[in-house]
């Protein structure tokens, strides 16, 4: 939704953005959170979280 584009969360992505902090959006639309994922060492995954959350954790989760 667009609830995170409010003005605290939206300053907060700025400031993870402007320090080299990975940001990786999870969400199907193209919002303001997965274009600065995209522009710094992050990532935009462009998928509901119930779907893309759960491999995630598994791959987390696995022994290395």
Known sequence: GTTGTTSL?????QLAHSRLIPI???NP???P?????ERGSGGWV???AATA???L???LRAPR
């Open 9 to 13: 969360p939206a300053q907060m992505g």
């Open 24 to 26: 990786v959006d999870i």
């Open 29 to 31: 639309g193209e919002n």
């Open 33 to 37: 959170f997965s274009r600065l994922a």
């Open 46 to 48: 462009q998928a509901a």
């Open 53 to 55: 959350l759960p491999p």
């Open 57 to 59: 954790v598994e791959v």
